[in-house]
């Protein structure tokens, strides 16, 4: 069999490598973007220079070869389901039996007046961050447009080069439409001490040109003009479905797929960020657009291709991010605001760069969530409590063994206990495992 | 096809020398020009006010550098630029100190006469200590302990928001300044023989050998002491420190090679070649190093005990050969020499005859691993490009697999440089201690986990 991918980002990556541990088929990965796969959430570092674009390649140049797995270096101009054929540009065609689509995303651009001028761009891409690296040469300000993820991202590359920076965040606090308000008070406080210039409740209302078509300023919701000389658009993703919307599978957002990652069309799937789910699981988002995901779907769309059909189901939710200095782990669901009968356990350290949120269930004290700022836990341990349906008073007295941080460091777990004994008077809990030199030492590593 | 050319040719943009840095950098200059005069003869007949200079001027200028670049600002890792910068990423810079500290250990191993002025200025040193005038060894040593003592409060300082980090550092300072100079320097004060503490067989290969033994055992004072203590440190100290620690309670807290990389080296550590062909050549040579140290000696005490019948000069012939070509070609010249171009743990990588031990005791026997934290990873290779043994973290933490490799020296690098907290060092258990923990995302989605 044939099966051609489209995309090698981490989900068209994963879905051929898993096809061909399960199989012989012939397998075909086809991008425009860069040759051989490399780590989409490293680009930072390259434009910080901690890394080469070598150093962000998860697989050596040949292993490609070896695994006999072809990459074509290409951009696909047109679908054709019926012949099932790809038009390649420079006038080559390549023909499959199974199409996986893997085209990722594109960043959000919402019709600002400015958005397409010189200077102004998101980062996405290989091509993204080349231009990123043209477009900051010698500027004296920054303007980034948007409080997510990728925002700070860029904000933490360009004061790696020492370009101050104006960070416009439409929420009243940052990422606050995912984070909770303590927390996002956390990183807010966090960019600010980094001399980032963020303005939270800002929106931008247009992108001002100079005479040669270049960005020289913004002007913000309140009218305020900003001068600046780059505009990074982070405003979220979109699905990257120019080339499918022409072609005979079926899109919404994103391309429609089922359980399955199956299109309206048999042999053609859709996994990654490109995906939109007809019928998401209860709090899941239609659209999945983080690494993980697209890691995830990729082994799974690998297994339904060999012959197990396999239904996606992700399990116990997961994500973790790193803003500056502080780096974010997330278990189960933890909203930004609880839900209703939802009730939270929350500590934070007097200096604010660490804290831990436990969600549990007001009634019967089941614990479904965790958020992590500063402090590492065992996604193992984490997700298995959620699992297994673990109260409140249970999590916090074993708290030790989901403890990942480094040997040495200051551990907080017995300040938590503390806090859950004075928030429940009557039973009070003592905490039963360390971590530590000592405790990884002597006891057992997870488990048990 | 070359994606990144404005990447590699750029100057620095992240390089900002301020003020007092710049201030400090002439002082380190001034500093060098002290001790190219010194060389030249003023060593000689004026070491105390030469040495005094010297000293202060770098000592002075280095921890003037290292405060400002690394002692304000906000805790956290600190890479930006590394790869732009001309020192550090292989640059004019980078090449010229390889050739110079290539050079140094040349003239320091085969052509010490020419270095007479810089070894005569430490004799005020040396009086103090020891009570006897310097040779080159003393002069490279108290060299060897100022880089790392001196660095080492930059590795502390760079990493202060790592607790493993700055303990381990100090602990490779203190073993150092104390075992590996200061005590050595006082034995010989109070008549006793000059001994390592911290070194032993393979590494110290002449503690084990047949004259080193004797010379020992039948000295005085001490001695005989020193020599137990290298036998059963040899023998029984390292399989059973290593069955609980893991390599690492000697290649990076104890030894002075690993110190000398983990301090001076630190900025040069993401030089290592991490690909497959790298890790095959490295296998290959360093058991290589350690069949022939042991071969060597087994020739040694086999020509000892037949008083020489047995294989006349063949055995001398061989510890030699082993001296010229390991000892000082190999574990001096390369090892140090190269850390601006291949990286810093060349010698521990790929010539370590103790490295080689260690990292077989720590494959089969041993309760250390870098544990990886179920599907966390994001394959941004930060760990793989940041580990000076070369090793490709990435490739087995994408997978949810646990390190447990020959060669990894437990420098927890890769843990503190990882964006998403996936990699820990732990000491546990022997049992399952390949399997790592469930895949999670594995797990999530109902693929049976494979066996």
Redesign the interface.
Known sequence: MNVAIIGNGVAGITAARHIRKLSDHQITVISDETEHHFSRTALMYVYMGHMTYQNIKPYEDWFWQKNRIDLVHGHVEAIDTDNQKLAISGGRAIGYDVLILATGSKPNKFGWPGQDLEGVQGLYSWQDLQAMEHNTKGISRGVIVGGGLIGIEVAEMLHSRRIPTTLLVREQQYWNNVLPVDEAQIIGRHIQQQQIDLRLGSELKEILADGNGRVRGVITGTGEEIPCQFVALTAGVSPNIEVVKRSNVATGRGVLVNDFFQTNIPNIYAIGDCAEFHEPKPLAPKVEQLWYTGKMHGEVVAHTICGNQTPYNRGVWFNSAKFFDIEYQTYGYVGNTLRPGEATLYWEHPEGRHCIRINYDAQSHVVNGFNLFGIRYRQEVCSRWIREGRTLDYVVQHLGEANFDPEFFRQYEPEIVKLYNQQNPGAPVVLKRERGIVGSQWSVVSGQ | ?N??P???L?A???G?VGKAQRMALVLIGFGVLALLVATFGAGATQPILMLSVSMALLIGGGLLYIVKQYGGG????K???????SSTARGSVGWMLAIVITGFYVLLYWFPETLEGLIRMMDPLSYTLRGQPSDQWFMYGTFYTLAIVVMGYRAILKYR????QM?RTASVMFFQLFFAFLIPALLVMFQQKEFYFTYFWPLKYYYLFPSGYEEFAQGGGLAPFMIRWAAIMTFIGTPVLTY?FGKRWYCSWVCGCGGLAETAGDQWR?LSDK??TAWKIERWMIHSVLVFITITTALLWINSASQGEVLGSVSQGFSSVYGFVIGALFSGVVGVGFYPIMGTRVWCRFGCPMAAVLGILQKKMS?FRI?T????C?????C??YCEMGIDV??YA?RGENIIRASCVGC?IC??VC???VL??????TEGRYNG??F????????PPKQ
């Open positions: 096809m994606y990144s404005s990447f590699q750029t620095n943009p992240a900002h906000i805790a956290g890792i890479n930006n630029g590394i790869t732009f910068s928001h790592n607790r493993y303990i609980f993401q690909s497959l309760r544990t934290n179920g599907g966390q994001i394959s941004c290779g930060n793989s490009t990435r490739s994408q927890g843990a503190a964006p998403r907290g820990s060092l732990e000491n546990g258990p923990a469930q999670v995302a594995v797990e999530s989605i109902g693929i």
